[in-house]
């Protein structure tokens, strides 16, 4: 999360475009869910991305198990303590 937030203070309009872009290119909706429900988390304005977004459940974190609580903002299975 440190290294998200240091990236967003730097650069975070130009590069959130950039990446949304490039996970909308590939047909990602999980990666942009993941970052819209991480940049909220942290306090960064997400009004940009565009809902609704894809349909299912994905895990925050794809390493970790299934066990967590559901984000219906943002459509995913909240797997991982993301508090700094």
């Known amino acids: 999360m440190e290294v998200l937030d240091a990236a967003l203070q ?4 130009e590069m959130v475009v950039d990446i949304l872009k490039a996970l909308e290119r590939l047909g ?3 990666g942009i869910k993941r970052l819209g429900y991480l940049m909220e988390a942290l306090g960064y ?11 299912g459940f994905p895990l925050l974190d794809p ?4 066990n967590g609580s559901r984000s219906s ?6 797997n991982a ?4």
Request: charged share 20%.
């Open 63 to 66: 390493a970790l198990g299934a």
């Open 28 to 30: 990602n909706g999980a």
């Open 73 to 78: 903002e943002w459509g995913l299975i909240v």
């Open 10 to 13: 730097d650069s975070a309009d």
């Open 45 to 55: 304005e997400t009004s940009a991305i565009a809902r609704p977004l894809t349909t």
């Open 81 to 84: 303590d993301i508090s700094a």
